[in-house]
T-cell receptor
């Protein structure tokens, strides 16, 4: 149990366009979902915390108008990178919480902005 | 600012040896601790959770927690080359249910 999927697994887009990434918990209802970003050889960086039916809570320094998060149900959260630029190219990973704190990660989405 | 600290490594051990990964945390009130494994280019995978002082064993993995010393460790017995990965320690971040992750220890198991 505790399977989290992400779609797409990789995406290439042109600078200035928007990209939507989906995160689904497949076999459990997640109390909270999280979005992380990770650059090569660097640590996980938490971007935002997402709860169903509520506005996402963004970490300091993360632009909420650029990284739009929608948490439509207890099993689905989406991250939209708006007006993407090459510096947004990264590995985006979501996680879903089962219970109080246990986080289960999706496989990640590799975004390349050209 | 709550912190979780790990030695970045790399920790190199020969195949078949015991790998010992260590983590310290700053929040004395933390009650839950997690170990994640992250292979290069992949997302983290939860491998162990521990909530009570002492040892918790799961196959070749043993998590050890010492709340008085604010120290949690992960032992991997009979290390295999397939265990080569970055191991992340995490504990709750306080008022919210987010986790604070350490920067991870890179483990390299030499065949």
């Amino acid at each position: 149990g505790a399977v989290v999927s992400q779609h797409p697994s990789w995406v290439i887009c042109k600078s200035g366009t928007s990209v939507k990434i989906e995160c689904r918990s497949l076999d459990f209802q997640a109390t909270t979902m999280f979005w992380y970003r990770q650059f090569p050889k660097q640590s996980l960086m938490l971007m935002a915390t997402s709860n169903e039916g509520s506005k996402a809570t963004y970490e300091q320094g993360v632009e909420k108008d650029k990284f739009l998060i929608n948490h439509a149900s207890l099993t689905l959260s989406t991250l939209t990178v708006t007006s993407a630029h090459p510096e947004d190219s990264s590995f985006y990973i979501c996680s879903a919480t089962r219970g109080a704190y246990e986080q289960y990660f999706g496989p990640g989405t590799r975004l390349t902005v050209t | 600012q709550k912190e979780v600290e790990q030695n970045s490594g790399p920790l190199s051990v020969p195949e078949g040896a015991i790998a010992s990964l260590n983590c310290t945390y700053s929040d004395r009130g933390s009650q839950s601790f997690f170990w994640y494994r992250q292979y290069s280019g992949k997302s983290p995978e939860l491998i162990m959770s521990i909530y009570s002082n002492g040892d918790k064993e799961d196959g070749r993995f043993t998590a050890q927690l010492n709340k008085a010393s604010q120290y949690v460790s992960l032992l991997i017995r009979d290390s295999q080359p397939s265990d080569s990965a970055t191991y992340l320690c995490a504990c709750p971040g306080g008022a919210t249910n987010k986790l604070i992750f350490g920067t991870g220890t890179l483990l390299a198991v030499q065949p």
